[in-house]
C-alpha cells in the first residue's frame, strides 16, 4: 500500500534543492519532484507536490522539502532587501556537490556572479582540482553592497555557492584576480568572512589565503594581506601546491 508505505519513509541524504524560476525543483539521484513553492513569509512555506516519480514516496518528498526550508529560512530572510539574490544560490543545473574527508579549497573570484562565471579561468581550475579524489572546490562571487549591507547587519558569515559553508571553514581560499579593481572588493570579503585581513594576523587555524591572475604580476600592493601568490600559470603550479598544503595540515596535526 503507497500510504502506509510513505509514513515510514525518510529522506535520503543525498536530497538538495535548485531554483529555476517559479518551481522549484527537488533532485535526488535518479529522482526528480517537481514542487510549487509560495513564499507566505520569510518563516514559512507553503508546499504543493505537483508530480513525483512512481518510486519516490510523496511523503519522502515533503520531508526533504520541509527539511531544506527550515535550513534556508534564515537565507530568504535575508534576500527580502536583496537585489538578484540567484547570485547567492545555488540554482544551477548539475551542480557538483563533494563530500568526505577532503582538502577544502574555495575558488573565489572578487566581483559578481554574472562576471566571474564568464571567467575561463574559474572553470578551468574549478574542473581541474575536482577531478582530484582527495580535493573538493566551491566556489565564491564578491556580494553585491546591499547583500554586504545585510551580512553586517544580520551579522552572517559570507557562505560558498554550492554547500553554503561559511568561508573560514575552508582548507585554502584562492582569489582569481583579473584586474586591480577587485583588490578592495578582496579586502572587504575577508572581513566580512570574519578572516583577519593581515596575512600577519592569521595563523593555522585560519585558511592559507592565495591569489593568482594577471592582476598578480606585480603583487607588491597587497602583498600584505595573501600568504602566497601563483604568478603565471596556476594549472601547472596547482597541484604541486595542494599537496603541499595537505603535508603541512598533517604535519600540524590539522
Known amino acids: ?51 513525483c516519480a512512481n518510486d519516490v514516496p510523496p ?24 537585489a538578484r539574490p540567484g547570485r547567492y544560490l545555488d540554482h544551477e543545473m548539475n551542480l557538483r556537490r563533494l563530500g568526505g574527508d577532503r582538502l577544502k579549497f574555495l575558488l573565489a573570484f572578487p566581483d559578481l556572479y554574472e562576471i566571474g562565471m564568464s571567467n575561463l579561468a574559474v572553470q578551468i581550475l574549478y574542473e581541474l582540482i575536482n577531478c582530484r579524489p582527495d580535493t573538493l572546490c566551491e566556489r565564491f562571487f564578491a556580494p553585491w553592497t546591499d547583500m554586504a549591507a545585510v551580512l553586517r547587519r544580520e551579522n552572517e558569515p559570507l557562505r560558498s555557492l554550492e554547500s553554503g559553508r561559511p568561508l573560514k571553514e575552508f582548507d585554502v581560499l584562492g582569489f582569481s584576480i583579473g584586474y586591480e579593481l577587485t583588490f578592495t572588493n578582496i579586502l572587504n570579503i575577508l572581513d566580512l568572512a570574519s ?60
Do not use: M, Y
Open 1 to 51: 500500500d503507497r500510504r502506509s508505505r510513505d509514513s515510514d519513509v525518510q529522506p535520503p541524504e543525498c536530497w538538495f534543492v535548485v531554483e529555476c524560476g517559479s518551481p522549484l525543483f527537488v533532485e535526488s539521484r535518479g529522482f526528480r519532484v517537481n514542487v510549487i513553492r509560495h513564499l507566505q513569509s520569510v518563516d514559512h512555506f507553503a508546499l504543493d507536490i505537483k508530480s
Open 59 to 82: 511523503a519522502a518528498a515533503q520531508i526533504a522539502v520541509r527539511t531544506i526550508a527550515g535550513q534556508r529560512a534564515i537565507l530568504f530572510r535575508l534576500f527580502e532587501s536583496v
Open 195 to 254: 578572516l583577519p585581513v593581515w596575512a600577519k594576523d592569521r595563523d593555522n587555524s585560519h585558511p592559507l589565503v592565495i591569489a593568482g591572475g594577471s592582476a598578480v604580476f606585480t603583487p607588491e600592493p597587497v602583498a600584505d594581506f595573501f600568504d602566497l601568490f601563483v604568478i603565471g600559470e596556476a594549472e601547472e603550479v596547482l597541484p604541486r601546491l595542494l599537496e603541499l598544503v595537505k603535508e603541512h595540515k598533517t604535519a600540524v596535526g590539522l
